[in-house]
């Protein structure tokens, strides 16, 4: 069933609009182009369930009073099955208040939607492309592609349900100079295995997985690298390294339950070329130029602080390179509707640079959305936590999750906008309590689960109900929850197009929250077999959908706790 409050609103616009046409018809209002105005929510619900502001954007148009044009609106509205009546309020605002029929199609739309309530067809498949994560592969990942991880893959699943064809993308650094950097480094401690006067190089990387790696090559090959040239030696190194830790990055996303469509690696885009068909569509774009030997980017002329280099003096690309053909590949060639990159704090400065290469080389820069987030502060007892107790290293992704459960992870990850900086709390996170949000959510499934359970157990089911038997639910506790599971299609969307999956926690600690507060209010066992019913069918709609909502962020529902 189509997303009902969509529906409504649409509904809602269809009847001011056809009583404006039977007013010109009666002479009331003149034929005039009448320009679009706003369908809202009220914050105070004793104003309205719809607040329409027709009249105050029309008072120009009908050189009328808006409370006249109002009052005109109301007389020539016709009976609608979702409005039970219509109230001029203040200077000529129009407030409309939900009738019973509004309540029982959300409850049964629900149920008849099932596993998929809160889907929609708003992106009419459209193509998007979420690129996020995308660690540096010569190390572990750390708590940054923690929190990358969990907003990206929820930001593509928003997507998916809102209707688009989403990929997941993990792009893979592979080349230029970090890897050049991870050459140098398995270089110098699988040199140091034979010879202990050999020094680390002061720019290396000094992690134990360097080590384990240097050792792990020679108890195969021994000391016979030892005499070759460094090219082949460092060649050789970083072709048994590196595949390693790419397959430790997957291991480790998809215990995270993180898993792509694509693993992207940047050494194709080299070796296709592509790397040096971008330098020269850049060149004859004309925005280029040549100075102190090397080519820098106009990117001056789009809004950027200062021009870019893209080839040094000595022919080298500079890192942006690759970047603009692997951007101008997924906009261009392999033609995203959407591309969504997922990056750290510290990119901000690229947004600009990389708009600039996009638009001059022609490419649609405005589909390409970049999702900025920013750091993480774990705490553990009340203070910062920056150590694994087991390593003694920096909290990678796998020490976290030897910390916390995923559920918990995925979910505080998910708990703030993303451009917001987040503070961790690895003790709330292990806690059983309604103060952990995850477990409160979970809890609310849970028991549902257990009332249907015990219901079931004393041979009460579920009946299907018709919209009309479905009316009884008047209470103020169930119509204040069934307006609030009414909105999660729309919250998807919003989701989605704010790259903010915050408000899908959110949705769900509020509709487990008002579940809590309906079910305390409103008994079901032992009231009459119809109100018994109409809650029962309450209870599975709520069932459905906080189960539906962490399914969509990759969290656990359980029926029991």
């Not at 893979?172 to 110098?188: C, M, R, T, Y």
């Not at 996009?358 to 959305?369: E, I, Q, S, V």
Request: proline share 4%.
């Amino acid at each position: 069933m189509a997303d009902m409050l969509k529906k409504v609103k649409d509904e809602i616009k269809e009847l001011i609009m056809a009583s404006a046409g039977k007013a010109v018809a009666n002479g009331d209002f003149p034929s005039e182009a009448l320009p679009d105005f706003a369908i809202e929510v009220p914050a105070d619900r004793n104003h309205g369930d719809f607040a329409v502001n027709a009249a105050m954007v029309w008072a120009r148009a009908l050189k009328k009073a808006p409370r006249v044009i109002a009052e005109t609106l109301v007389n020539n509205m016709e009976k609608n099955s979702y409005i039970e009546r219509a109230e001029i309020a203040g200077p000529g605002f129009l407030n409309l208040f939900l009738a019973d029929r509004f309540y029982s199609d959300i409850v049964l739309s629900v149920l008849e939607d099932k596993e998929n309530f809160g889907r929609s067809n708003y992106g009419k498949g459209k193509t998007v492309l979420v690129e996020f994560v995308s660690a540096n592969p010569t190390g572990p990942m750390h708590i940054g592609n923690a929190r990358g991880g969990a907003l990206g893959d929820s930001i593509a699943s928003a997507y998916d349900w809102a209707g688009y064809d989403v990929k997941r993308e993990f792009y893979v650094n592979d080349a230029g100079n970090q890897i050049n950097k991870f050459k140098i480094s398995l270089e110098a401690r699988y040199l140091q295995l034979f010879d202990d006067s050999i020094e680390i190089p002061e720019d290396a990387y000094l992690g134990e997985d360097i080590i384990n790696h240097a050792k792990a090559f020679a108890e195969i090959h021994g000391d016979s690298f030892v005499s070759v040239t460094a090219e082949e030696r460092q060649n050789a190194l970083c072709d048994f390294a590196l595949p390693k830790n790419i397959q430790k990055l997957k291991d480790d996303l998809a215990k995270y339950r993180i898993t792509y469509d694509c693993w992207y690696h940047e050494s194709d885009l080299h070796n296709s070329g592509k790397v040096d068909e971008i330098i020269e569509k850049l060149k004859a774009s004309g925005y280029t130029y040549e100075k102190e030997g090397a080519l820098w980017l106009k990117s001056t002329e789009f809004g950027d602080e200062k021009d870019r280099v893209l080839l040094r003096a000595n022919g080298v690309p500079t890192y942006l390179v690759p970047d603009i053909a692997y951007h101008y590949d997924k906009l261009v060639t392999r033609k995203f509707d959407i591309a969504i990159d997922v990056l750290g704090a510290d990119h901000h400065g690229y947004i600009a640079r990389m708009m600039a290469a996009l638009t001059a080389l022609g490419a649609p820069a405005d589909n390409l959305k970049i999702v900025i987030m920013q750091m993480v502060r774990l705490v553990k007892n009340g203070e910062t936590y920056k150590l694994s107790k087991r390593s003694g290293k920096a909290v990678t992704l796998e020490t976290l999750l030897d910390e916390v459960p995923i559920d918990a992870a995925r979910y505080v990850f998910n708990s703030k906008e993303p451009n917001t900086h987040l503070e961790f709390d690895l003790d709330l996170a292990v806690e059983k309590s309604s103060q952990n949000p995850v477990y409160y959510v979970q809890y609310a499934h849970a028991r549902i689960c257990s009332i249907l359970r015990n219901l079931s157990g004393e041979g009460i089911e579920p009946k299907n109900l018709s919209a009309k038997q479905m009316d009884c639910l008047k209470a103020p506790e169930e119509r204040e929850f069934i307006r609030h599971l009414a909105t999660l299609p729309q919250t998807v969307v919003f989701a989605a197009h704010s790259f903010d999956p915050a408000l899908l926690t959110r949705y769900a600690y509020d509709l487990a929250t008002l579940f809590h507060k309906f079910y305390n209010a409103c008994r079901v066992k032992g009231e009459a077999e119809e109100i018994l019913q109409a809650r029962l069918n309450l209870c599975v709609a709520a069932k459905t959908a906080i189960k539906n909502v962490l399914t969509m962020l990759k969290i656990d529902a359980p029926s029991e706790m």
